[in-house]
Each structure stands twice: as C-alpha cells, then as structure tokens.
C-alpha cells in the first residue's frame, strides 16, 4: 500500500464546478504539500500544512491530522485550473501521491 | 517562476553514457533537492544537500551521485544510463535544512535515453 493516496485519479469538471480532490496517508508527517503540475511539466507548490485550513483564492486546502487526510477544494473551476494535483506529505522525506487529473471544460 | 533554475531542459543520449544535470536554487536558499518523475514511479526523492553537505538519501541508485558547491549550485551526476532512467529530474530549494519548509521547483531536465 502507498503511504500517500490520492483520489479520484481522473477528474473532469465544467466550468464553474465546485472540485474536491482527496488525500490520506498512512505515515507520522509534520506537514503536507499540495502542488501544481502544469501540462508542460513544471511544479507549484499550492499550499503547505500542518494543522486546519488555509485559502488562496479560489483554492481552500484542510487537513485533519487525527483521520490522516487532507482535501483540496477549488472554487468555481475554470479551464486555466486544468493541471495535475499532487500530494506530498513530510515523513523523512517528501513523499508524493500519484496525483490527481484534472480537466476542466468551458 | 520559482527562481530556481535547471540546465539543460532537455537531454537525449544513449545507454551506457554519462550525463550531468544542474540545479541553481533561489537567492538566499541553502536546501538543494532532486527528485525523478518516471511514467511508471511517480515522483520520488533522490537526494538532499544542505549548505555543501548532504542531508538525505532517498531512492538514488549508486549510478547516480550528486553534489553541492560554495555557491550552493548542485549538480546530478547520472552515469551508466538505461532505458528506465529516462525521467524528468527536478530540483528544488528551500530555506531549511531539516523540518517542513516550502520548497520551490525548478522546470525540470528531460532525459531520454536511447
């Protein structure tokens, strides 16, 4: 079993949707990542966390420590949010899920 | 843009060859990490170096090596290559040595190995 796992792997939404994608893990962490792999490759790290909510725009991300899971929401979705979404939690080393695609239509 | 830059952005040789990538973190950034994204593993960790020092090993095959000078550019040696290693490397940089940091990734090397 992966210590890091995302779901769902393959998202489609339309424009204005409200997006979930999911993570949980298995490992002790002092933080967990959530980043941005857009389709020519390069990585933005989104948010860091280590306990509750934090929002940056139209994306909110939570963690509950104690069920070891984490969510990323995104807000009224638009086609520019299409991108990989990937997971990484701080155990002794940054480990990543297998990410989250998202597609959304206008 | 991160400030992180990665030379070259993309490498074609062929089996058996040796290469090196280069990694230039941010201003001020003392934390150096690499890390492969292959179609089939993902992103993993390879390696970690912290103000000229390695701080952490991950799943870096002993072909592979890598380095950080006083100028706090690293580079990632890749020797002996094969076909599995053809990969996209990133690297990345943060302020910290230890403990949860954000950390900033440069474009990224494709490799392709023949």
């Given at each position: 079993?992966?210590?890091?796992?995302?779901?769902?792997?393959?998202?489609?939404?339309?424009?204005?949707?409200?997006?979930?994608?999911?993570?949980?893990?298995?490992?002790?962490?002092?933080?967990?990542h959530w980043l941005q792999q857009h389709p020519g490759g390069g990585i933005v790290s989104l948010f860091m966390l280590s306990s509750g909510k934090?929002?940056?725009?139209?994306?909110?991300?939570?963690?509950?420590?104690?069920?070891?899971?984490?969510?990323?929401?995104?807000?009224?979705?638009?086609?520019?949010?299409?991108?990989?979404?990937?997971?990484?939690?701080?155990?002794?080393?940054?480990?990543?899920?297998?990410?989250?695609?998202?597609?959304?239509?206008? | 843009?991160?400030?992180?830059?990665?030379?070259?952005?993309?490498?074609?040789?062929?089996?058996?060859?040796?290469?090196?990538?280069?990694?230039?973190?941010?201003?001020?950034?003392?934390?150096?990490?690499?890390?492969?994204?292959?179609?089939?593993?993902?992103?993993?960790?390879?390696?970690?170096?912290?103000?000229?020092?390695?701080?952490?090993k991950g799943n870096i095959l002993e072909r592979f090596s890598a380095q950080q000078f006083p100028d706090l550019h690293s580079e990632l040696n890749?020797?002996?290559?094969?076909?599995?290693?053809?990969?996209?490397?990133?690297?990345?940089?943060?302020?910290?040595?230890?403990?949860?940091?954000?950390?900033?990734?440069?474009?990224?090397?494709?490799?392709?190995?023949?």
């Amino acid at each position: 079993k992966n210590e890091v796992e995302q779901s769902p792997q393959n998202l489609t939404a339309q424009e204005g949707e409200f997006i979930t994608i999911n993570c949980s893990y298995s490992v002790g962490i002092s933080a967990l990542h959530w980043l941005q792999q857009h389709p020519g490759g390069g990585i933005v790290s989104l948010f860091m966390l280590s306990s509750g909510k934090k929002k940056h725009g139209r994306l909110i991300a939570t963690i509950n420590i104690q069920e070891k899971h984490s969510s990323l929401h995104i807000t009224a979705s638009h086609p520019r949010d299409s991108a990989v979404y990937i997971c990484a939690v701080n155990a002794r080393q940054l480990t990543f899920g297998s990410g989250t695609q998202l597609t959304v239509l206008p | 843009d991160s400030g992180v830059t990665q030379t070259p952005k993309h490498l074609i040789t062929a089996t058996g060859q040796r290469v090196t990538l280069r990694c230039s973190p941010r201003s001020g950034d003392l934390s150096v990490y690499w890390y492969q994204q292959s179609l089939d593993q993902g992103l993993q960790f390879l390696i970690q170096y912290y103000n000229g020092e390695e701080r952490a090993k991950g799943n870096i095959l002993e072909r592979f090596s890598a380095q950080q000078f006083p100028d706090l550019h690293s580079e990632l040696n890749l020797s002996s290559l094969e076909l599995g290693d053809s990969a996209l490397y990133f690297c990345a940089s943060s302020e910290l040595a230890g403990g949860p940091s954000e950390q900033f990734f440069g474009p990224g090397t494709r490799l392709t190995v023949l």
